[in-house]
């Protein structure tokens, strides 16, 4: 996920605004996410999630970053695509309603452990993290791919 956001970051940083900024948050995230991935439920019999304050951090991120696409950098995306013309147009409407059930999922991960506290047994959490995991990965594929529209059609 990091080498997509790199990536992603060379291919279009520097364009524009907006952008920049939401892949930033994106790799913020990224780098959450792996810090939270990386604990192991054998790492200490005790306590083996990470902190509730690090689990609150990544929720907080994960909401500005699906709240940045859906209000900033999707609006962006859908002009571009109107002025685009019909191909243009018919590739945002295949993409943004497989983005929106990522959206779902994510949102789920929010309302489940936005608010957890030490005393919180979080049975769930390691295989929560691991789909979620999954769901960024396939949104961070739709999104660069969306992307990349916008930015051939500034091209043009």
């Known amino acids: 996920m990091l080498t997509r956001v790199e990536k992603a970051q060379q291919k279009w940083g520097g364009s524009h605004t907006v952008i920049d900024k939401w892949l930033n948050e994106r790799q913020e995230l990224i780098v959450l996410y792996c810090k939270m991935a990386g604990f192991s439920p054998y790492d200490n019999k005790d306590h083996a999630l990470p902190e509730p304050e690090q689990i609150q951090a990544f929720c907080q991120i994960l909401m500005d970053y699906l709240s940045a696409g859906h209000f900033e950098v999707y609006d962006d995306i859908a002009k571009a695509c109107e002025n685009k013309g019909p191909?243009?147009?018919?590739?945002?409407?295949?993409?943004?309603?497989?983005?929106?059930?990522?959206?779902?999922?994510?949102?789920?991960?929010?309302?489940?452990?936005?608010?957890?506290?030490?005393?919180?047994?979080?049975?769930?959490?390691?295989?929560?993290?691991?789909?979620?995991?999954?769901?960024?990965?396939?949104?961070?594929?739709?999104?660069?791919?969306?992307?990349?529209?916008?930015?051939?059609?500034?091209?043009?």
Not at 90 to 104: F, V
């Open 87 to 156: 191909e243009s147009q018919q590739l945002a409407s295949n993409i943004y309603p497989r983005i929106s059930s990522t959206t779902d999922i994510a949102l789920d991960f929010n309302d489940k452990y936005a608010e957890v506290d030490k005393e919180d047994l979080l049975k769930e959490f390691d295989n929560d993290l691991s789909v979620l995991g999954e769901t960024l990965e396939v949104r961070f594929e739709l999104e660069d791919e969306l992307i990349d529209n916008l930015f051939a059609n500034h091209a043009d």
